[in-house]
């Protein structure tokens, strides 16, 4: 993690990292102003807070009330030497507690990352730089020796080079990018988190059987998410990228709306047409780009190749990013062993979806296949030690398919997580099964998978589809466990080279009658992106009509000018967020594509609250007093937000009544939520105080630091793409 620090007055210090600001001071008899703590108290805090959050994790997986649990810790220094220490920590437990949970809660302090890396001790390297957004060498922590050379199947070279190759370029393009967490809970099975240091949302997952394996797979993911804009997928790029020579890339192409609203002629091919607008109902306006919100530029569309005729087919930018998220996308050595990884995702997540939507039965492998892998085996059986048991299945349909599928129980909670992967070959598909169950995971973790369930219905919605597209939590049947399989286990193989493998999964393709569409990408590194109409996509084809991501430019300008609008502008936003039926409950940045810090009111608000602000900015009570009474029935907002919401409905109820007044009430109201609290709430039913909470800003996204992080980030990236075409 990347801590920016800033000098401030005197000997204070400000500390910044993600979306948090820290401010550290000296005591007084050190010169300081005694304003904050100093570095050191905040050390000390680290490794109580932290073993207090371990015992917490530790009673929630168990139901244990933690409101009279207590924890302290105290410094013992060492007199001949300060800067040994002892860390005495002691939890008091109350009797209630069994002794097998106090033996439980004891060993989970011992998990606290903070008194690990203390006790591991950390290494300090100190650098004087030129310049720190400059100096972008990657952060990664690799121990493997240059001379080693570690193939795996499926690579054309191996892991170090991989490695060194991608860290590179991440470097060139001025990326930090750091390892915020690696996990090895069983054998074998290896995953960790990476992100970029100065835009953290930019982030990805990795894993594989080895460490390097799993370093390989998260900057495989990071390179293939740049290169497919996927970090910078439904947000705003700002006015300067939407007016820019190119958006997305430098070879898209704008096709101007027609007069009627009709599909331009040239988007899409007549197999696409069919899919994407059966009914004739998609229109031009359907399909603005959301990302520049550029109504007059028209249709921003991205070239693909189609694979049975290599015919160049655009293909727009806003139903890409609505349809299909992140499946079909992949970085590699070369073009074909992209392809392979772009092909056998796409495989794996529609079998997939069949699979669970059918109640599809798979057959075991049997035990004797599996002892053909050992590795593998000793994962599984880390998962079993630990009280998971395990059951692999064929997810390959009678072997029509490369897909693999690894599900574990949990007894605990009676949840099952089903796994799936896919790969030319059995043995790497299974791999991919086994550390995909894993990924991000520690045994914790695993206590929130779902229950299974006999509800067909549930099973087949889309958005169970959605949860398992994103992270594999969606529900299964009960039926996926019959013993009564609907096809035979088959040991199937695919495997070859990288071109053959390529050929035989676009020949799969062919069998089943679907076309793909090829997106090749060599600004950083090579990646490619693969789009299979009828089969790839995500979210169902109606999205583009009734639940389009553009529909953030109906709201954009407006809401981020709030505090600068007339009283008949707000009531034109009013209308419309009305007439639009939107959930109450969508926030407000998912509405418009802005990633506000999720510490502030902005970061929180939805569109009910807002909604109530405009209520109160523009007199309306009674219409308002009706919806801060929904907002406190279902509120999830802060408690801070929450008590504001209550004195404003108690406010409202004494303006509205014709024998009270607020005269009369405003002591103990004061009492109750505060003086400031009361100001603001009497202020904002009265109109002086407009959109308490909200602070300003436009469409130049003044103050919000963390969506301006993210449009740096991507402005590298451009700014990379158009470097390409100049020189």
Not at 197 to 223: D, H, Q, R, V, Y
């Amino acid at each position: 993690m990347e801590i920016k620090v800033n000098y401030l007055e005197n000997l204070k210090l400000e500390a910044k990292f993600d979306d948090f600001t820290v401010l550290a001071d000296q005591p007084i008899r050190y010169k300081g102003d005694g304003s904050a703590p100093g570095p050191f108290d905040y050390f000390l805090a680290s490794s109580a807070l932290c073993a207090a959050y371990f015992v917490k994790v530790y009673c929630n997986s168990r139901d244990i009330p933690t409101e009279n649990i207590r924890l302290s810790q105290n410094n013992i220094v060492d007199p001949e030497d300060r800067y040994n220490q002892i860390f005495q920590i002691q939890v008091e437990l109350p009797e209630s507690i069994s002794e097998k949970d106090r033996l439980g809660i004891r060993r989970s302090i011992d998990r606290c990352t903070v008194k690990k890396v203390v006790q591991t001790g950390p290494e300090f390297k100190v650098e004087l730089v030129d310049s720190l957004e400059q100096d972008a060498q990657a952060m990664l922590m690799t121990t493997t020796e240059n001379s080693q050379s570690t193939y795996i199947l499926g690579k054309d070279l191996p892991l170090e080079q991989t490695i060194a190759n991608m860290t590179q370029l991440l470097a060139d393009l001025g990326m930090k990018i750091e390892i915020s967490s690696w996990r090895n809970i069983v054998p074998n099975v290896w995953s960790l988190h990476i992100r970029d240091a100065a835009s953290p949302m930019c982030f990805t997952n990795g894993k594989g059987a080895t460490k390097e394996s799993a370093l390989c797979s998260a900057l495989g993911e990071f390179i293939e998410r740049l290169n497919c804009n996927f970090f910078y997928n439904d947000q705003f790029l700002g006015q300067d990228i939407a007016n820019s020579d190119f958006v997305h890339y430098p070879n898209e192409k704008w096709f101007k709306l027609e007069d009627d609203d009709a599909l331009p002629a040239d988007i899409l091919d007549e197999y696409c047409r069919e899919i994407y607008d059966p009914e004739g109902e998609l229109q031009g306006s359907h399909l603005i780009d959301t990302n520049s919100g550029n109504k007059e530029r028209g249709i921003c569309s991205i070239p693909y190749v189609r694979h049975s005729d290599g015919k160049t087919v655009y293909f727009p930018s806003n139903l890409i990013e609505n349809l299909f998220l992140s499946n079909g996308m992949s970085a590699g050595n070369n073009f074909n062993e992209a392809k392979v990884q772009c092909l056998s995702e796409i495989f794996e997540r529609a079998v997939k979806r069949q699979i669970i939507e059918k109640e599809i039965v798979l057959p075991d492998v049997p035990s004797a296949i599996l002892e053909q892998y050992p590795n593998i085996l000793a994962g599984i059986k880390g998962l079993e030690d630990q009280g998971f048991p395990v059951v692999v299945k064929d997810a390959s349909l009678g072997g029509q398919f490369p897909v693999m599928c690894v599900t574990l129980m949990n007894p605990k909670t009676g949840g099952v997580f089903a796994s799936f992967g896919a790969h030319p070959s059995f043995e790497v598909a299974l791999e991919r099964s086994l550390t995909e169950l894993l990924q991000g995971r520690s045994f914790e973790g695993l206590n929130d998978v779902p229950k299974p369930t006999f509800n067909s219905m549930a099973v087949a919605e889309p958005e169970n589809f959605v949860e398992h597209f994103i992270d594999s939590t969606g529900v299964i049947s009960w039926r996926f466990f019959s013993e009564k399989h609907d096809y035979e286990f088959c040991e199937w193989d695919f495997s070859g080279t990288n071109e053959q493998e390529c050929d035989k999964l676009f020949a799969i393709l062919k069998d089943l009658g679907k076309e793909a569409y090829i997106a090749e990408f060599s600004d950083l590194g090579i990646a490619c992106r693969i789009l299979v109409p009828d089969f790839s996509e995500v979210y169902p084809v109606e999205d583009l009509i009734w639940d389009n991501t553009n529909k953030a430019l109906n709201f954009r300008e407006d809401i981020l000018n709030i505090h600068s609008l007339s009283e008949e502008q707000l009531v034109g936003l009013f209308e419309r967020l009305e007439d639009s039926q939107l959930d109450n409950y969508i926030d407000i940045r998912t509405l418009i594509g802005i990633e506000f810090d999720e510490n502030t009111v902005w970061g929180q608000l939805t569109i009910l609250e807002l909604k109530i602000l405009i209520c109160l900015a523009l007199g309306a009570l009674e219409d308002a007093i009706e919806l801060v009474g929904e907002f406190l029935q279902y509120n999830d907002n802060t408690v801070e937000r929450g008590l504001f919401y209550q004195a404003i409905h108690a406010v409202l109820e004494v303006t509205l009544s014709e024998d009270m007044a607020i005269e009369d009430f405003i002591h103990n109201f004061n009492r109750m939520f505060g003086k400031q609290t009361m100001e603001n709430v009497v202020g904002s039913v009265t109109g002086e105080v407009r959109f308490f909470g909200l602070t300003q800003t436009n469409m130049a996204l003044e103050g919000l630091d963390k969506h301006l992080r993210l449009i740096d980030s991507y402005k590298k990236l451009h700014q990379a793409r158009a470097n390409k075409i100049s020189n």
